[in-house]
């Protein structure tokens, strides 16, 4: 229950998150650069705690023999999702652009449990899973799909173009459980999740620095330090660091199904109370005992599928 309770609590993380990045997206323009100014911050939190803590940041190479060459660019799988996320609000709408992504996401980490992919312990989907997913399913429809039923915002996309997204909105969803899965992966084969962290943040980080370099536009990274901005712009990237650590060092204990669900279920509980008290600029929406009954439900979702 220990470990279920701080997956939630770092779910709480993602909203404020989203809010901070998308701020800073606004200041530097490209979303190729917010997410180089974020992952930025993210690498040099991480690098500093691991020199504070002494823990060696340079893998051996005893831990590269251990470690399938891909899961040193998981982070690099991260910027692609983090990009198909950001285009999708405009190309399926706001509404198609949550739910796909959301659901796809649940169904493929249970996968990854039932099946053991990415070194997960199985977790075979039993029954109790499953009434446990279906009311986490239940949940989101009542707190997302409920109260945006009237929203008005529509997809600019047509025909095969709105299935070509579409399809992409399924992949980020995949994407998603499978960097929680290699993540954790990582972790145990390196043995630390800082290390496992801090590498593949440096990766990422050294990659987009390289390709922003290419086209020009690393100059734009210096229209966020600007001190009319409001310091909590920059928070996004230690919140990116503090949940991929969680990552690493929570799947090994509950798996991959129960810490994407119970980070989901903090994500939107904690989106509910910004939007309710217009935290950081969200636009104010009142919490309804629908929204309510719907975080309870997913809450109940994810205890069944703990237990």
């Not at 800073?24 to 323009?29: E, H, T």
């Not at 691991?50 to 893998?59: D, M, T």
């Not at 999702?81 to 959301?102: D, R, S, V, Y």
């Not at 989907?125 to 279906?134: D, F, K, N, S």
Request: charged letters at 5%; one cysteine or more.
């Amino acid at each position: 229950m220990f470990f279920l309770l701080i997956t939630l609590a770092m779910g709480l993380l993602m909203p404020f998150q989203t809010a901070a990045n998308s701020r800073l997206r606004a200041v530097v323009g490209p979303a190729y650069v917010s997410t180089l100014v974020s992952f930025s911050v993210s690498t040099l939190a991480l690098l500093l705690v691991s020199l504070v803590a002494g823990i060696p940041i340079v893998p051996t190479s005893q831990m590269l023999a251990a470690t399938p060459w891909w899961s040193w660019f998981v982070g690099l799988v991260a910027v692609v999702t983090i990009t198909i996320a950001i285009h999708l609000f405009k190309e399926i709408g706001q509404l198609q652009a949550m739910i796909i992504p959301m659901f796809s996401q649940l169904i493929f980490s249970l996968l990854i449990d039932h099946f053991g992919w990415f070194g997960a312990q199985v977790m075979p989907l039993g029954g109790q899973r499953i009434v446990g997913a279906l009311l986490l399913i239940l949940g989101i429809i009542m707190v997302v799909i409920v109260p945006r039923l009237r929203s008005k915002q529509q997809s600019t996309s047509k025909g095969s173009r709105l299935v070509l997204w579409q399809l992409l909105a399924v992949v980020s969803g995949c994407l998603s459980a499978s960097i929680t899965g290699a993540y954790a992966q990582l972790a145990r084969a390196v043995g630390n999740p800082v290390q496992a962290t801090t590498v593949a943040f440096f990766v990422a980080t050294v990659v987009l620095l390289l390709l922003c370099s290419i086209n020009g536009s690393v100059r734009l990274v210096g229209n966020a330090f600007g001190r009319q901005y409001p310091w909590w712009m920059w928070a996004g990237g230690l919140c990116g660091a503090i949940i991929v650590f969680g990552n690493a060092w929570l799947v090994p204990k509950v798996g991959v199904g129960v810490f994407s669900m119970a980070l989901l279920a903090g994500q939107l509980a904690l989106s509910m109370l910004m939007e309710h008290f217009g935290w950081l600029g969200a636009p104010r929406k009142p919490i309804t005992w629908v929204k309510v009954i719907g975080i309870l439900l997913m809450l109940g979702g994810v205890a069944l599928i703990r237990l």
